[in-house]
């Protein structure tokens, strides 16, 4: 046998006998995230005490885990990263076990009856890009550790019966685009630096809870913001001047607060919108606003149809004979 050969075939010895934990390390990882990620889903499936469409009587050990109803996994590795099982009419809560799927990105558990409390351990979801959680019946507070997922895009918790404030923490979740939050029992106020970093915003969802407190400017930084909703809450103070920085507005809804101060510029804010060419909604009936209709009204969007300003203090005298021509283009006009 030539050196040559010799050497090679000693080299290849030692990297088998002498250290075969260079060459193994990543299938073996793999092997024992593949187990987690199963035992994770097995955890979950406990957790269900009503199954009526059989969402998940596929979860059991004569399939692969990847074959399962509702899961998709990556084709390399073969992990998990989507779970969604929306409107199977299944009963029962989260585990704790959910957090250990670290390459989940997409939860989509809407429209069931999910009840207990949002883990804490979501915070180990760091690729975690959509949380729709919507139409169960959770409780408890929004887990603070909700923040630390900063690649969420869409967080929608709504029509649940969570409590407690809205974390603080949710102002770190920089990449948010929909952040529904409605139809809850939640109280205190907005973080006062929600939608400074939110460049990617579009909607924000937080109607029909307890929520207090002033709307914060901040919120007008999210300047890809389409849709604010924060009807059937408590704020109070002014209507924020600067939401006409927020071009691409379409749905502005604030009405059932106790929204201005009863003063002459408490309509001050609709000036401001006619730079939001693509607003199609504005309601602010039902709040404390007071004085007269700017004429500035008239050059709101051409996009507008809808527009309620009823059950307020407002003085409207001429303005309502031009608004008149352009009611025809509205589905609805209410200035009562």
């Given at each position: 046998m030539s050196a040559g050969v010799y050497k090679f075939w000693k080299y290849i010895l030692?990297?088998?006998?002498?250290?075969?934990?260079?060459?193994i390390p990543t299938s073996a990882a793999m092997v024992k995230g593949n187990e987690t990620d199963q035992l994770a889903l097995l955890a979950f499936k406990e957790k269900i005490i009503h199954d009526p469409q059989g969402a998940f009587s596929s979860w059991n050990m004569s399939l692969n885990f990847c074959s399962w109803a509702g899961i998709t996994c990556s084709k390399?590795?073969?992990?998990?990263?989507?779970?969604?099982?929306?409107?199977?009419?299944?009963?029962?809560?989260?585990?704790?076990?959910?957090g250990n799927i670290?390459?989940?990105?997409?939860?989509?558990?809407?429209?069931?009856?999910?009840?207990?409390?949002?883990?804490?351990?979501?915070?180990?979801?760091?690729?975690?890009?959509?949380?729709?959680?919507?139409?169960?019946?959770?409780?408890g507070n929004i887990p603070d550790t909700l923040g630390r997922v900063n690649r969420l895009v869409?967080?929608?918790?709504?029509?649940?019966?969570?409590s407690g404030a809205i974390p603080t923490s949710v102002v770190n979740l920089?990449?948010?685009?929909?952040?529904?939050?409605?139809?809850?029992?939640?109280?205190?106020?907005?973080?006062?630096?929600?939608?400074?970093?939110?460049?990617?915003?579009?909607?924000?969802?937080?109607?029909?809870?307890?929520?207090?407190?002033?709307?914060?400017?901040?919120?007008c930084n999210a300047s890809k913001l389409q849709v604010i909703h924060l009807q059937f809450n408590s704020f109070t103070g002014p209507i924020p001047v600067d939401f006409g920085r927020l071009l691409f507005l379409q749905k502005l809804v604030l009405t059932n607060n106790n929204l201005g101060f009863g003063e002459k510029d408490d309509l001050s804010f609709i000036k401001s919108l006619i730079n939001c060419s693509s607003l199609k909604i504005l309601d602010v009936g039902a709040n404390n606003?007071?004085?007269?209709?700017?004429?500035?009204?008239?050059?709101?969007?051409?996009?507008?149809?809808?527009?309620?300003l009823a059950d307020n203090r407002i003085?409207?005298?001429?303005?309502?004979?031009?608004?008149?021509k352009r009611e025809k283009d509205m589905n609805y006009c209410i200035f009562h």
């Open positions: 030692y990297l088998f006998l002498i250290c075969p934990t260079q060459i390399q590795h073969k992990r998990v990263t989507s779970i969604n099982l929306a409107s199977k009419a299944f009963v029962g809560s989260l585990p704790r076990d959910i670290s390459f989940l990105t997409e939860t989509v558990l809407t429209n069931n009856s999910l009840q207990g409390t949002i883990p804490q351990e979501v915070d180990r979801l760091f690729s975690l890009k959509v949380l729709s959680l919507g139409r169960n019946a959770l409780e869409i967080l929608e918790l709504f029509s649940n019966n969570l920089s990449s948010l685009n929909v952040f529904n939050l409605a139809n809850n029992t939640l109280q205190g106020s907005i973080p006062s630096d929600l939608g400074l970093t939110h460049h990617n915003l579009q909607k924000i969802q937080l109607s029909d809870n307890r929520l207090s407190g002033t709307i914060p400017i901040s919120l606003l007071q004085g007269s209709l700017p004429s500035s009204v008239v050059n709101l969007s051409t996009e507008l149809t809808m527009i309620n003085l409207m005298t001429f303005i309502l004979c031009k608004l008149a």
